[in-house]
C-alpha cells in the first residue's frame, strides 16, 4: 500500500499547486506589509485581521508543504519534488519571518489580556498570543533575520535533507543463508527482529559495515547542523540548545531534571530485564545490541497488513470508535504508505493536514509485532489529530513531550490487550515486546541525550571526526546500558534522524516524557473506564492549547514531582518481575 495525495493535489504540474504557492508568497507579503504599517491602528484589530490572515496562511503552507515533504519520504529522487522544493523553503523563510514580526508587535502590547476579553476570536487565540510576547525575546534581530534564514537554507536544512538522501539511497550487502542480499538500510534494521538469530547477527554486522562508505558526509551533516545551531544561540538569545529546546518543549528545567533524574534511578530495572533477556536467548551474562529486538518464547505470529488493521480496529476501536472509525478509514482511504522499498525514508511517522482534516502515516511494516504497535503509535498520533483539527489552525500542533500522549496510549492499549488475550506460552513474548520498547525509550534514549550533549559542547571548539562521533556514542550507550549488554551500536548517531533537524535539538527526551506521561493517562483509563474517553479527547485538544505543566494538571498531574514519573516507571518494573516469572 502507498499513499494517495491526491487530495492534497494531482501532482507538481497541476495548477492549483502553482496557484497555491503563488498565494503563499503573495498573502506572506502582504501580511508583512499590514503589520509594517499598522501604527496608529487599534492593537486588537490589528492582532484579529493578523489571526485571520495567518489562518489561511497555515492552511495553504500545511498543502503545500506536505505535499513537498510527503512525496519526498516516499521517494528520495522524485525530481517533481525536488523541483519545488527549494521554492518552499523561501517561502518557509518568508512565513518564519512573519512569525517573528507577529511575536515583536504582539510583544509591544500591555493589554493583552482586556483586548482577549473585548474579541471572541483573540480570546480563542490568548494562549498563541501569549507565547508570541514569550517568542519576542528569542527572534532575531530584524536586520539579521532575512540573511540567516535565508542562509538556513543552504545550510541546515541542506545538511538535514543531505542526510535523509543518505540514508534513503544507501544499500547494505548482506549474506543470509547462503545468498547474498542487496537491502536497504531501513530493510537491513527490520532483520532486528527475525526470529532467526543468525539473521539477526548477520543483519547487525551488515549493517555496522555498510556506513563506513557514508560516515564522512553523515559526520558533515551533524557538524554543520550543530554548527550552525551554536552560532544562533546567542542572535536567539540562548544560553545553550537545551535552554532553546526547552522552551520549545513548553516545559521548565525542573520538569526535566525529575524526568531525567528518574530514568537514570530505573537504569538499573533495565539492566536486569536485559539480562533476564540475554540468559533466555542462551547468552552468557550481558545481551548483544543484534538481539536487543529479538523476540522471545514461542515463535511470534507475524501479520499481513489486513490482519494488522482488523486488530487495531477492534482493539483501539474498542476504546473508542471514533477512533476505530478513522483507522479504517486511513486503510481505505490510502492515508497510509505501508512498506519498505528504495529510495523511501526509513522509520515511521505521522503528518496531519489541518485543511484536509485528516493524517497521513509513513511505515516500513515488516509483519512482525513491533510493526503492528508502530502502526498503533503512528495511528495515535492521527487521532491526536483529529482532536487538535478541532482548534484553530493556528493552534493544531501540541510541542513535542505532548505530542506523544496518544500514540504510547494506543501502544500501552495494544499491548496490555493482547497480553489480556494470551495464552500463557505468549506472555513472554508479549512483555517482553513491552519492555524491549520501553528500554529504547528510556535507556537508549537517555544515551542520546546524553550523546547530545557531549556533542554540542565538543563542537563549540573542533569539527568531530566520524571515529570521534562513534567514540562519543559508544561511551553514552556504555554509561546507560551498562552491563545490560555485551557490545553496541556506534553509528548509532548516522542511524538516527532526530540528531538532523536544524529547528529542533535534543529531540529524544520528548519520546520518554511521552511514554512515561501517555502510561499515567493510561492509568487514569483504568481506573476510571469508559467514562474516561470525554476527559481524553478533552486533554488532546487541551495539548496545544497550555504549557505542558497546566495541561497535566487538568488530570492532576505535577510533573515537577519526581513522584510521578517514578509510578510510571514502576509499571514498567512489574512487567519485569513478571517477565522473570514466565521465563
Not at 562513534?470 to 549488554?485: F, N, P, V
Request: overall charge negative; glycine content about 6%; charged content about 20%.
Amino acid at each position: 500500500m502507498t499513499w494517495d495525495l491526491s487530495d492534497l493535489y494531482k501532482g507538481f504540474d497541476d495548477p492549483a499547486f502553482s496557484r497555491d504557492m503563488q498565494a503563499l508568497e503573495r498573502d506572506t507579503a502582504q501580511a508583512r506589509e499590514m503589520l509594517a504599517q499598522a501604527g496608529g491602528r487599534p492593537a486588537g484589530e490589528v492582532l484579529a485581521e493578523l489571526i485571520r490572515r495567518m489562518q489561511d496562511l497555515q492552511c495553504l503552507s500545511a498543502r503545500l508543504g506536505n505535499m513537498v515533504a510527503l512525496t519526498l519520504a516516499a521517494d528520495a529522487n522524485d525530481e517533481g519534488a525536488l523541483g519545488q522544493y527549494d521554492r518552499l523553503c523561501q517561502r518557509e523563510v518568508e512565513m518564519s519571518q512573519l512569525w517573528s514580526q507577529a511575536a515583536r508587535y504582539t510583544a509591544g502590547i500591555d493589554n493583552l489580556a482586556a483586548l482577549c476579553r473585548i474579541d471572541p476570536l483573540l480570546a480563542q487565540h490568548e494562549y498563541l498570543l501569549r507565547c508570541w510576547q514569550r517568542e519576542a525575546a528569542h527572534t532575531i534581530d530584524p536586520a539579521l533575520e532575512g540573511v540567516v534564514l535565508q542562509m538556513r537554507v543552504t545550510g541546515g536544512e541542506a545538511w538535514s535533507k543531505l542526510r535523509d538522501d543518505l540514508d534513503a539511497g544507501h544499500t547494505v550487502r548482506c549474506v543470509l543463508g547462503e545468498k547474498e542480499q542487496v537491502l536497504t538500510l531501513s530493510q537491513a534494521r527490520n532483520l532486528a527482529y527475525s526470529p532467526d538469530p543468525q539473521v539477526r547477527q548477520a543483519a547487525y554486522q551488515a549493517e555496522l559495515a555498510a556506513y563506513p562508505a557514508i560516515e564522512q558526509p553523515m559526520a558533515a551533516c551533524l557538524n554543520g547542523i550543530k554548527g550552525e545551531a551554536i552560532t544562533l544561540l546567542p542572535l536567539r538569545h540562548y544560553e545553550s540548545a537545551l535552554d532553546q529546546s526547552i522552551h520549545q518543549a513548553r516545559i521548565t528545567r525542573p520538569i526535566l531534571d525529575a524526568l531525567t533524574g528518574a530514568m537514570e534511578e530505573a537504569l538499573p530495572v533495565f539492566r536486569r530485564y536485559l539480562r533476564l533477556k540475554a540468559k533466555a536467548l542462551g547468552h552468557q551474562g550481558a545481551l548483544p545490541f543484534w538481539d536487543l529486538f529479538a523476540p522471545l518464547g514461542q515463535a511470534p505470529q507475524t501479520y499481513t497488513l489486513d490482519q494488522a488493521r482488523q486488530l487495531l480496529v477492534r482493539v483501539l476501536g474498542g476504546f473508542s470508535p471514533a477512533m476505530g472509525e478513522m483507522i479504517q478509514r486511513a486503510f481505505d482511504q490510502r492515508w497510509i504508505d505501508a512498506y519498505p522499498r528504495p529510495g523511501k525514508q526509513g522509520g515511521a511517522f505521522c503528518s496531519g493536514v489541518y485543511p484536509l482534516g485528516h493524517s497521513f502515516v509513513l511505515a516500513n511494516f515488516d509483519g512482525s509485532l513491533n510493526a503492528v504497535s508502530t502502526l498503533a503509535h503512528e495511528l495515535g498520533h492521527a487521532y491526536h489529530d483529529q482532536q487538535l483539527f478541532q482548534n484553530s489552525p493556528l493552534l493544531d500542533e501540541a510541542p513535542m513531550p505532548l505530542a506523544e500522549t496518544a500514540s504510547i496510549f494506543n501502544e500501552t492499549l495494544l499491548c496490555h490487550r493482547l497480553l489480556e488475550e494470551a495464552p500463557p506460552e505468549q506472555r513472554a513474548m508479549l512483555l517482553d515486546q513491552e519492555l524491549s520498547d520501553a528500554t529504547q525509550t528510556v535507556v537508549d534514549i537517555l544515551s542520546r541525550f546524553y550523546f547530545e550533549q557531549e556533542v554540542f559542547a565538543r563542537r563549540r571548539d573542533h569539527i568531530l571526526s566520524s571515529s570521534e562521533l562513534c567514540q562519543i556514542m559508544l561511551q553514552a550507550q556504555q554509561r546507560t546500558y551498562g552491563d545490560g549488554l555485551s557490545c553496541y551500536h556506534p553509528y548509532m548517531w548516522a542511524c538516527k534522524c532526530h540528531y538532523y533537524s536544524p529547528d529542533l535539538h535534543y529531540y529524544n527526551f520528548p519520546y520518554t516524557f511521552g511514554l512515561l506521561f501517555g502510561k499515567g493517562i493510561y492509568a487514569r483509563y483504568l481506573k476510571e473506564g469508559p467514562a474516561f474517553r470525554e476527559t481524553y479527547d478533552q486533554l488532546l485538544r487541551q495539548t496545544a492549547l497550555d504549557d505542558a505543566a497546566e495541561v497535566a494538571a487538568t488530570v492532576g498531574i505535577d510533573l515537577a514531582d519526581p513522584a510521578f514519573w517514578h509510578s510510571s516507571l514502576a509499571l514498567l518494573e512489574q512487567s519485569v518481575d513478571q517477565l522473570a516469572a514466565c521465563l
